[in-house]
């Protein structure tokens, strides 16, 4: 079985800094895209960052300059660098990935979700 772990939330404050980790587990072949989503209460679950295998990596216009995200093949690890926090970045965020778990069967996973809470 395959999951994703998140790790890293946490409350900050305005302006300061987090890095969130997501980790794939269990019987993976190879992790091919991912992404972190947010979700604030009482709003939709929003697109923040999408990485590839090979490392390119697309923000939405809000966390540009602000957010980086990486990856570490080898770890099956993505992570989310997270500068100049603002309020407005409070949301549980949630990890997204394509997962092989053979050399022709690509499933969907998503992680349980991690808390940032950015305080002023």
């Known amino acids: 079985q395959v999951h994703l772990v998140e790790s890293g939330g946490g409350l900050v404050q305005s302006g300061g800094s987090l890095r969130l980790s997501c980790e794939g587990t269990?019987?993976?072949?190879?992790?091919?895209?991912m992404a972190w989503y947010r979700q604030a209460p009482g709003k939709e679950r929003d697109l923040v960052a999408t990485?590839?295998?090979?490392?390119?990596?697309h923000y939405v216009d809000s966390v540009k300059d602000r957010f980086t995200s990486f990856r570490d093949n080898a770890k099956n690890t993505v992570y989310l660098q997270k500068n100049n926090l603002k309020l407005e970045d409070t949301a549980v965020y949630l990890c997204?990935?394509?997962?092989?778990?053979?050399?022709?069967?690509?499933?969907?996973?998503w992680g349980q979700g991690t808390q940032v809470t950015v305080s002023s």
């Open positions: 997204f990935a394509e997962i092989q778990v053979s050399a022709n069967y690509e499933l969907v996973y």
């Open positions: 269990g019987n993976i072949y190879r992790i091919n895209n």
């Open positions: 990485i590839q295998r090979g490392g390119e990596t």
